[in-house]
T-cell receptor, first 114, second 111 residues
């Protein structure tokens, strides 16, 4: 099993550009989520999904969209990139939910917005 | 809203010494998880505590959940260079299927 994979590993955008960060898992996990991590800070939840076709907002959803058309994939879309979105983005998955289940994290995407 | 705070933010430790990092929640938690992130890496799950007063050990790491289920601690004995990284605690938000992470304790080991 590859676990949780993320592409790209690095990305540089100009202000106003849009892009999609890809996340996939091959563990048949129902729950998937996106976090951002800023220097010296913890992980902040952007969006999450408890199953295919279901998504919900986390703590910092503004400027981001998600969809979950399949169990395996959970892409994160930046609609109009801003310098404040410069961060490291982690996708995570777990068997069922966030409450009592170990979260498996992907390797991260390091995004810079100029 | 619910907050999870970790102290200290940074911990400089001499190799071979012990140290403790603390995690405090503003609300009672149903459970708490701990993760470790190596420099340049991604968070990796270490352990989950569920019961009040629970203590779990993993080799040189001892995890404890407070009696009131509002705080937790991680104690590392005989620190090694392999312990370098940031340790995060995470607790579920009361509403919704979400985890709230603390700010982390960044551990630096002096050989």
């Amino acid at each position: 099993n590859a676990g949780v994979t993320q592409t790209p590993k690095f990305q540089v955008l100009k202000t106003g550009q849009s892009m999609t960060l890809q996340c996939a898992q091959d563990m048949n996990h129902e729950y998937m989520s996106w976090y951002r991590q800023d220097p010296g800070m913890g992980l902040r939840l952007i969006h999450y999904s408890v199953g295919a076709g279901i998504t919900d907002q986390g703590e910092v959803p503004n400027g981001y969209n998600v969809s979950r058309s399949t169990t395996e994939d959970f892409p994160l879309r930046l609609l109009s990139a801003a310098p404040s979105q410069t961060s490291v983005y982690f996708c995570a998955s777990s068997l069922q939910g966030a409450l009592y289940n170990e979260q498996f994290f992907g390797p991260g995407t390091r995004l810079t917005v100029l | 809203g619910q907050q999870v705070m970790q102290i200290p933010q940074y911990q400089h430790v001499q190799e071979g010494e012990d140290f403790t990092t603390y995690c405090n929640s503003s609300t009672t938690l149903s459970n708490i998880q701990w993760y470790k992130q190596r420099p340049g890496g991604h968070p990796v799950f270490l352990i989950q505590l569920v019961k009040s007063g629970e203590v779990k050990k993993q080799k040189r790491l001892t995890f404890q959940f407070g009696e009131a289920k509002k705080n937790s601690s991680l104690h590392i004995t005989a620190t090694q260079t392999t312990d370098v990284g940031t340790y995060f605690c995470a607790g579920p938000k009361a509403a919704g299927n979400k985890l709230t992470f603390g700010g982390g304790t960044r551990v630096l080991v002096k050989p």
